[in-house]
Nanobody, 115 residues
């Protein structure tokens, strides 16, 4: 079992930046993939960014060039750096890791982009 806790969400103006963090209860070194998903009100959950064990990263088209994901295996943390935020980025953001074929999810952190 891995418990994940996201933090860093909040209210930000359009064009602003936020960095989300996801703290894991144990090592994520062996994760086959780790990523961020989001769910906006009335919409389905969607993949935002994913990082594979070989270092490859993929991003949703809507966030390419604006978001960046990384991890610190010593701190057992994942990060999502978000810049040039738009109102349509408003959503609850979740981190997820896949270890041993099992997916573990955090409970999410709300990001609101508004004036």
């Amino acid at each position: 079992q891995v418990q994940l806790v996201e933090s860093g969400g909040g209210l930000v103006q359009p064009g602003g930046s936020l960095r989300l963090s996801c703290a894991a209860s144990r090592s994520i070194f062996g994760a086959s993939d780790s990523g961020w998903y989001r769910q906006a009100p009335g919409k389905e959950c969607e993949l935002v960014a994913i990082m594979f064990s070989n270092g490859r990263r993929d991003y949703a088209d809507s966030v390419k060039g604006r978001f960046s994901t990384s991890k610190d295996v010593i701190k057992k943390e994942l990060y999502l750096q978000m810049s040039s935020l738009k109102p349509e980025d408003t959503a609850v953001y979740y981190c997820k890791v896949r270890i041993g074929g099992m997916d573990f999810w955090g409970k999410g952190t709300l990001v609101t982009v508004s004036t």
